[in-house]
């Protein structure tokens, strides 16, 4: 009864929403985390479920039928803490459709008095009185998504938080189009050389200021992958960072760095992060040990 009455307000209000399902473990749409292992966040996200439930919201993204990517959303700061997808392929096509909202993050009467009250909505990005405004930047790009149908259900805003437009559109797009093509040409199944796969996580550090006097404006945005690459016979991730602000160009180019890098920065900016399962810690080569038989005798003398 609760989700008809808050269906039926943003339908008149004239909000599109995304039928999306807020849940209380992540065990429902565990399938986008790598061994089905959410990353653990201190005081946020334990054991696949939320350490707040007032605050933080675990959302199965469902679209069409069909769950597509997960969602961690902080409910107090209203911009997402990380979306989680898997990359299986790319679709070139930019949809044209409505951004969406979350139903059921709104007040239990359903009433709308204060649209928005628990997320972001369209109208927080209207009326930006400067030159490099903030826009609606994705962590689930919808190119990553595999076809049509995925590239929209990306297009809702518990999937998004404020992103200044010259960053969103210059470093941090040419970093995410050169992950899409490592993945697409090394990322496999590891039971199946045939199937592109990769897991993404993707997130935001809060920052101190706010768009619309509502929308928490990260400080930085994160990514990071792991998959089996079929090359190198051998899991790998490699993991980003950059600084949420304004460029010029020629835009600089995004470092790589390893997950390590990523928890660290992450423990020291925002809370201790364990994001991916032993397997994607680059872990160098073991080294071979030899006997004294098989050392040339000069290396021998002291």
Request: glycine share 4%; with cysteine; hydrophobic share 35%.
């Amino acid at each position: 009864m609760r989700l008809f009455v808050i269906i039926s307000v943003l339908l008149v209000l004239g909000f599109p929403f995304i039928m999306t399902e807020v849940v209380e473990s992540f065990s429902t749409c565990s399938d986008f985390f790598l061994k089905d292992q959410p990353p653990d966040i201190k005081d946020v996200l334990n054991n696949s479920a939320s350490q707040d439930n007032n605050r933080y919201k675990l959302i199965c993204q469902r679209y069409d039928n069909e769950y597509r990517f997960a969602s961690l959303y902080d409910t107090m700061k209203r911009i997402p803490i990380f979306s989680a997808y898997k990359y299986t392929g790319h679709y070139d096509e930019k949809p044209h459709i409505p951004w969406m909202v979350e139903p059921q993050l709104e007040p239990l009467d359903g009433t709308m008095s204060v649209p928005g009250a628990n997320q972001a909505i369209d109208r927080d990005y209207w009326n930006q009185e400067i030159p490099d405004k903030l826009e609606r930047g994705h962590l689930f790009p919808n190119g990553h998504a595999a076809d049509e149908i995925n590239a929209e259900s990306t297009y809702t805003l518990t999937n998004t938080v404020p992103q200044k437009k010259s960053f969103n559109g210059g470093s941090w797009r040419v970093m995410e189009q050169n992950v899409r093509n490592f993945m697409h040409s090394n990322c496999r199944d590891k039971n199946n050389a045939d199937k592109i796969l990769a897991y993404v996580l993707t997130g935001a550090v809060p920052g101190n200021r706010l768009l619309n006097e509502r929308v928490n404006i990260p400080s930085h945005m994160w990514t990071v992958f792991c998959c089996f690459n079929t090359k190198t016979k051998a899991w790998e991730s490699k993991a980003y960072w950059a600084e949420n602000k304004g460029e010029n160009i020629p835009h600089p180019i995004i470092a790589e760095k390893t997950l390590e890098q990523l928890e660290d920065f992450l423990s020291k900016k925002y809370k201790p992060f364990t994001l991916f399962s032993e397997e994607c810690y680059n872990i160098f080569p073991q080294i071979k040990l030899f006997s004294s038989e098989d050392v040339p005798w000069w290396l021998l003398i002291k």
